[in-house]
């Protein structure tokens, strides 16, 4: 009897994406100071108390925080929630906990 663990895993993506979008990563900020962050809170519990703690760490860094939160954690961000952000802010998080 073979044991489970010696047995080839296959992994399903839940998104259901027929091909694999790949992005190059955008080069970091040298700075905070002055620059806007957004800071998106998916709307699962408790993701807005860490989202707090965030925003004044990144406040003492010289940062302008704006704060976005999406309808439901159950589904992506609308269109133009996201176009929003991306005309807003120079840089952004987007935060859960659970």
């Known amino acids: 009897m073979s044991d489970v ?3 080839p895993r296959v992994l399903l993506d839940p998104t259901g994406e027929r091909e694999l979008a ?12 002055g620059r806007t ?7 699962k519990a408790r993701g807005d108390l860490f989202l707090d703690r965030l925003e004044s760490h990144l406040r003492d860094r010289g940062a302008n ?3 976005y939160r999406k309808p ?3 589904k992506p961000a609308p269109r133009d929630l996201r ?9 952004m998080v987007e935060a859960l906990a659970d």
């Open 5 to 7: 663990r010696d047995e």
């Open 22 to 33: 790949t992005r190059p990563r955008l080069p970091r900020l040298e700075s905070l100071e």
């Open 37 to 43: 962050v957004g800071l998106l809170d998916i709307s």
């Open 65 to 67: 925080v704006k704060r």
């Open 72 to 74: 439901t954690f159950t």
């Open 83 to 91: 176009q929003q952000i991306a005309v807003e802010c120079d840089a």
